[in-house]
Each structure stands twice: as structure tokens, then as C-alpha cells.
Nanobody
């Protein structure tokens, strides 16, 4: 099982980034997916989640209206479109897969700074 995040980087406040999470080693379409983030000295926060067939999405209040989670089951890939980024969004972002078990990626760093 492997989850590999990409797309992080440095962006100015107000900018956008699109994170991707490429999955392999399990049946992607059978797993709910999502993104967590964790900033230094802060608790891990669930950012967004999406059901197996994209019928249900959920967002943290802090990102509602700015972030969009999506998935492409044909490509075994999860996405997080992040718009209107704020310094408070800076963190390590981790994707996860959940069915009977949780699988985690290694994370991708997002830095929001001018």
C-alpha cells in the first residue's frame, strides 16, 4: 500500500495550490479518502473527506468555501484544490485512505507566506 502526496510548495497569501495523492496497492474505489494537516505545535486537523464514489464531501469550517476535495477512481488519485490560501493554512498535508484500516501518506508541505 502506498499513498504519495505531491503539489505542495510555497505560495503567497491569496494564492492557490492543488495537492494530489496517488494511491497504489489497494482497491482505491472501495476506500473513503481525505486530507489531514498538521502545523508545528498544533493538533492534527481533518481538512476534508470524500466518500468512495464522491457522493459525500465534508470540510473543516476553516476551509469551507476555499478548498475542494475530489477524486478520480479511474486514476487512483485524490485531489485537494486549495484557493484563497492564508498563512494559517500552512502545514504538512497528509492524505489518508479508510475502509477497515487507515493508510497514510508521508505528507507534502504547504507554506503560505509573502
Amino acid at each position: 500500500v502506498q499513498l504519495v502526496e505531491s503539489g505542495g510548495g510555497l505560495v503567497q497569501p491569496g494564492g492557490s495550490l492543488r495537492l494530489s495523492c496517488s494511491a497504489s496497492g489497494f482497491t482505491f474505489s472501495r476506500y473513503a479518502m481525505g486530507w489531514y494537516r498538521q502545523a508545528p505545535g498544533k493538533e492534527r486537523e481533518l481538512v476534508a473527506s470524500i466518500s468512495r464514489r464522491s457522493g459525500t464531501t465534508n470540510y473543516a469550517d476553516s476551509v469551507k468555501g476555499r478548498f475542494i476535495i475530489s477524486r478520480d477512481n479511474a486514476k487512483n488519485t485524490l485531489y485537494l484544490q486549495m484557493n484563497s490560501l492564508k498563512p494559517a493554512d500552512a502545514a504538512m498535508y497528509y492524505c489518508y485512505a479508510h475502509c477497515d484500516y487507515y493508510y497514510w501518506g508521508q505528507g507534502t508541505q504547504v507554506t503560505v507566506s509573502s
